[in-house]
């Protein structure tokens, strides 16, 4: 099924020095005891397919996500890339990689692989993910696609009607949609202003075509 994950490697990523699984059915649970590193793993996704530092509610430097000691993190995620939806497949095949590298300093990048293992983009890498989660309606930061446990503990016993609302706005994307219209109508209202300008440029420029025809 197209967009779903298929494995997950870690290296160096918070508590996890080395990390990998597989994924073979569409249903996937993962367990462990307090402490084991579930939550870094939804970190992880989270990073890998385009959200920030912020969006893990684990911090705002990127760079604190390197586990302690090491110089770099790589964070590598693979995306089944098949049917009617797929995203370029005649580039990228039945699997998409996405890897991320963290410096502990801050900083890093993006790198997309085929199925074949093989970097299908030199540049804009950040661009073409963003084509990617887009084709397979990935929302990194939509708290009904990726409920970390801070969220929730905050949503079940801190919050209050008017976070709900907020909460709900966020997870229905109807404020991302109530800001795409204002900038819609912002951008119309600057074009009509431009097109007013033009139209009362139009009668001089008339007049001065008339006279140059005439000469």
């Not at 990073?47 to 760079?63: E, H, P, V, Y």
């Amino acid at each position: 099924m197209t967009g779903l994950i298929a494995k997950i490697s870690l290296v160096n990523f918070m508590c996890h020095g080395r990390w990998e699984v597989d994924f073979q059915k569409d249903i996937i649970f993962v367990g462990g005891s307090n402490g084991a590193g579930k939550s870094a793993i939804l970190s992880a996704i989270t990073l890998c397919l385009g959200g920030n530092a912020r969006d893990t509610n684990r911090g705002t430097s990127i760079g604190k996500f390197v586990q302690d000691g090491k110089q770099q993190a790589i964070i590598s995620i693979t995306i089944r890339n098949t049917g009617n939806d797929a995203y370029l497949p005649e580039e990228f095949g039945d699997k998409i990689t996405v890897e991320r590298k963290i410096n502990a300093s801050g900083g890093g990048g993006f790198r997309i692989l085929n199925s074949a293992g093989k970097s299908v983009t030199s540049s804009a890498p950040k661009a073409i993910l963003g084509e990617i989660i887009d084709r397979f309606n990935i929302q990194v930061a939509n708290p009904c696609a990726i409920l970390d446990q801070d969220t929730s503990k905050s949503f079940l016993h801190n919050s209050t009607p008017k976070h709900k609302y907020e909460f709900f706005q966020k997870a229905t994307q109807l404020e991302t949609m109530k800001q795409y219209l204002l900038n819609i109508e912002k951008n119309g209202s600057e074009l009509k202003e431009k097109l007013d300008r033009k139209e009362s440029l139009r009668p001089a420029m008339l007049k001065k075509h008339k006279q140059l025809q005439e000469n």
